[in-house]
């Protein structure tokens, strides 16, 4: 089963920014959805951006204008790029190929830990 690499993550003070990656193998990449999700400890995954295969995007309002999701298809990539960054987004950053309803194609990687400082 595939599983995604993250990169990207580190420590940077409120309103700085991060570009994340994300890299996974297969010759089906360009054709599915990919969305990075984040997680705190003790709370639930939450989803922060998701990408089509055209790259039409989606974020949640915590995220929507602060975050810009884009991919490269030639590079089996996908990438996130932060700017404005605030404590509360703090978490580990996960990205995965939904599908259905709660279904991942791959399996979960080992994420990349995103921490702002105030």
């Known amino acids: 089963q595939v599983q995604p690499v993250e990169s990207g993550g580190g420590l940077v003070q409120a309103g700085g920014s991060l570009r994340l990656s994300c890299a996974a193998s297969g010759s089906i990449f360009g054709l599915r959805n990919v969305a990075w999700y984040r997680q705190v400890p003790g709370k639930q995954r939450e989803l922060v951006a998701v990408i089509t295969p055209g790259s039409s995007a989606n974020y949640p309002d915590s995220v929507r204008g602060r975050f810009l999701i884009s991919r490269d298809n030639a590079k089996n990539t996908v990438y996130l790029q932060m700017n404005g960054l605030k404590p509360e987004d703090t978490a580990v950053y996960y990205c995965?190929?939904?599908?259905?309803?709660?279904?991942?194609?791959?399996?979960w990687g080992q994420g990349t830990q995103v921490t702002v400082s105030s």
């Open positions: 995965n190929s939904p599908y259905g309803d709660n279904y991942y194609l791959w399996s």
